[in-house]
Nanobody, 123 residues
Framework: QVLLVESGGGLVQAGGSLRLSCPVS????????MGWFRQAPGKEREYVAA????????DYADSVKGRFTISRDNAKNTVYLQMNSLKPEDTAVYYC????????????????WGQGTQVTVSS
């Protein structure tokens, strides 16, 4: 069974930074496309970023491009999301997910999900 457990969320002031971590057990991050999604209260889940399982593709939603960085340490079986210049509109529960597809932005194509970690950005 593949398990993902996010950590690193918290409360931060606008302009600050956070680094989310997502260690994966029961599977190797190198064999999955890894993605980050978020869901704000009253809103639908939205795509944030993804890194393809064979490398070569690192992709971001326009709303976070230039501020967030997704990375993967296959030796530690962990994926990260470095979030800089945070804005109040980044407030959401952030989810890590794993897909067996070569690359996808669509949440429906992700096979495994973590439980989420809350990120709150105050103005």
């Amino acid at each position: 069974q593949v398990l993902l457990v996010e950590s690193g969320g918290g409360l931060v002031q606008a302009g600050g930074s956070l680094r989310l971590s997502c260690p994966v057990s029961g599977g190797a991050t190198a064999t999955y496309t890894m993605g980050w999604f978020r869901q704000a209260p009253g809103k639908e889940r939205e795509y944030v970023a993804a890194i393809a399982r064979r490398g070569g593709i690192i992709d971001y939603a326009d709303s976070v491009k230039g501020r967030f960085t997704i990375s993967r340490d296959n030796a530690k079986n962990t994926v990260y999301l470095q979030m800089n210049s945070l804005k109040p509109e980044d407030t959401a529960v952030y989810y890590c997910a794993a897909s067996q597809r070569d690359f996808t932005r669509m949440g429906i194509n992700y096979d495994y999900w973590g439980q989420g970690t809350q990120v709150t950005v105050s103005s």
